[in-house]
């Protein structure tokens, strides 16, 4: 079955018990913007999940601006939300999929399956005139169990190697003018990883908020992953290479790990190579 799922798919089981929604919007602007637009408005009884809360740990000198939450936080938060093993659960923002997708990628690595993402965000379903509400849901207690798959992930020492050996293919999801180092409005060092290529998260929307066919990103891949080598994803803070990981599992590829901390940690070691261009 695809990741995705679209806007009236999700209106049709809002009131269904084993279907649980969750509210990804999120601006790294303003961090709590994300939760007013919620208390405005959201899908009816969706709970919302803040990128910096819920998402994400607490920074420190290495690890990047977005961290691997700690499980038995996320774990707590699930739970509260009524996430079970058996629950599908459907995420949504209005940022064109980037914080669900690293919500999607986060119960993947948590070891839930039945995780999906929704076409069109927020914006789209409302105008459709579906169900919203101004209603913040009750918790809902549920036990879970989770089987973590550290193997898709990435360390730091692994990127190292992969660029001394050339033996796997980085691949860099922020857009074209910060992966060539032209422009950086967010982390203090500009460029990229030395051997990184880049395809640029963006590219797998056909407009705003509407991910492609399964066919057009497969050929957004096709000639990169002809060697077959192994492939690490990362992005500026781990957020939108997650958009990348579902559109390449989308398009069948095998799923490749993410580098969490991604280019906010690599700069953090000052003995790091960097490139630009």
């Known amino acids: 079955m695809s990741n995705l799922v679209s806007p009236e798919w999700v209106n049709n089981k809002i009131r269904d018990k084993n ?48 961290p691997l939450p700690s499980v038995n936080i996320l774990s707590q938060f699930l739970s509260d939300c009524g996430v079970d093993n058996e629950k599908i659960v459907v995420a949504y923002d209005d940022q064109s999929g980037t914080m669900a997708a690293r919500f999607w990628w986060l119960m993947k690595y948590m070891g839930l399956k039945k995780v999906y993402v929704m076409q069109g965000g927020y914006t789209h379903y409302k105008e459709k005139g579906y169900a919203v509400s101004s209603k ?6 549920s036990e879970i169990k989770f089987d973590i798959n550290t193997n898709m992930i990435s360390t730091r020492d692994e990127v190292v190697n992969a660029v001394q050996q050339k033996d796997k293919l980085l691949i860099d999801a922020r857009e074209s003018k910060r992966f060539k180092g032209e422009t950086e409005p967010i982390d203090p060092v500009a460029g990229h990883i030395p051997t990184a290529v880049n395809v640029s998260w963006d590219k797998h929307f056909s407009k705003t908020g509407w991910w492609k066919d399964k066919n057009e990103l ?14 690490i994803v990362y992005c500026g803070s781990g957020v939108t290479a997650c958009v990348n990981i579902l559109a390449m599992d989308e398009a069948g590829f095998e799923w490749p790990l993410l580098y969490a901390g991604s280019w906010s940690d ?12």
């Not at 303003?30 to 637009?37: C, I, K, Q, V």
């Not at 913040?136 to 207690?141: G, H």
């Open 19 to 66: 279907t649980i929604v969750i509210d990804c919007r999120f601006s790294l602007a303003d961090p709590e913007m994300g939760y007013r637009l919620y208390e405005e408005d959201h899908i009816e009884g969706a709970f919302y999940a803040d990128l910096e809360k819920h998402l994400s740990g607490p920074l420190t000198t290495h690890g990047g601006r977005h």
């Open 136 to 141: 913040v849901p009750d918790k809902i207690s």
């Open 218 to 231: 497969r050929q957004l891949y096709k000639e990169l992953l002809m060697n077959n080598k192994k492939t």
């Open 266 to 277: 690599w700069i953090s070691y000052t003995d790091h190579e960097v490139e630009k261009g």
